[in-house]
């Protein structure tokens, strides 16, 4: 008869296992389920592609991305204008902004993805210096939430 401590090591030994196992599959999977069971509320000015749908009107893409990301794909139409370059691209930006804001059509900026911050650096920019305000919005998880939608994800 086994004793009690190597049960416990056989059931630990199983448990670590099944738990190196399973962060594999997450870490890996390319349809890995999310670790938590309620995703996070959205932060200020945050958008999804959801709300963006109900919107009715597209709105204008801006995308705050390195210009060689922006250069390999892009939302269709998206503008380009980053932290990096940001007082040279406004500047080529300005006509289409101006239309929009009289428009109305939101303008939405996003980046690589939730973790990337260069979006709502962008998008205070654009709110402080052109005084476009309530119109400007951040995509929630950015690029990645884009072609994760666009290829059926």
């Not at 999977?29 to 959801?50: C, F, I, M, R, S």
């Not at 390999?72 to 204008?81: C, F, K, V, Y």
């Not at 690589?112 to 929630?140: I, T, Y």
Request: some cysteine; overall charge negative; aromatic content about 6%.
């Amino acid at each position: 008869m086994k004793s009690l401590a190597a049960i416990a090591a056989q059931a630990a030994a199983l448990l670590a296992l099944a738990s190196g196992a399973g962060a594999l599959v997450k870490a890996f999977h390319p349809n890995a389920p999310a670790l938590y069971l309620q995703e996070e509320p959205l932060g200020k000015n945050e958008v999804t592609l959801d709300i963006i749908r109900g919107w009715g009107a597209p709105p204008l893409w801006i995308d705050a991305r390195q210009r060689e990301a922006y250069g390999e794909d892009h939302i269709p139409g998206a503008l380009l204008i980053n932290e990096q370059e940001f007082d040279e691209l406004i500047l080529e930006a300005i006509e289409p902004l101006g239309q929009a804001q009289v428009e109305g059509r939101n303008i939405v900026v996003y980046c690589g993805s939730h973790g990337c911050k260069a979006s709502h650096k962008v998008a205070e920019e654009l709110s402080s210096r052109l005084g476009l305000g309530d119109q400007v919005f951040v995509l929630r998880r950015g690029w990645k939430a884009w072609i994760e939608d666009r290829d059926g994800r």
